[in-house]
Nanobody, 119 residues
Framework: VQLVESGGGLVQAGGSLRLSCAAS????????MGWYRQAPGNQRVMVAV????????AYGDSVEGRFTISRDNAKNTIDLQMNSLKPEDTAVYYC?????????????WGRGTRVTVSS
């Protein structure tokens, strides 16, 4: 499974951005997908995750109520709508897909898209 993110950029605090992630390859085997972010000097942390059918989501505490993850299995994409952005949201955002099952279960990462929020 290959993942490609898009939609990052520079935005002022209080603004919005929408990130997209397109999956290709063995997309039929994808389970949960999600967004993670890594700020300079920090570890990569979970932002939002969504189940295979899109029926359940979870968010990091710092983005709850501001970000929304969605999934379109027909297009093999997930999006992250980010509203009320804060300077502390500045990071490289990575798309992740969990795929396969049992002993063949693996995780795939995109190359990331940079989001910069100016104050």
């Amino acid at each position: 499974v290959q993942l490609v993110e898009s939609g990052g950029g520079l935005v002022q605090a209080g603004g919005s951005l929408r990130l997209s992630c397109a999956a290709s390859g063995s997309t039929f085997s994808i389970n949960a997908m999600g967004w993670y972010r890594q700020a300079p000097g920090n570890q990569r942390v979970m932002v939002a995750v969504i189940t295979s059918d899109g029926g359940s989501t979870a968010y990091g505490d710092s983005v709850e109520g501001r970000f929304t993850i969605s999934r379109d299995n027909a297009k093999n994409t997930i999006d992250l709508q980010m509203n009320s952005l804060k300077p502390e949201d500045t990071a490289v955002y990575y798309c992740n897909a969990d795929y396969g099952s049992g002993e063949t279960r693996k995780s795939s990462w995109g190359r990331g898209t940079r989001v910069t929020v100016s104050s």
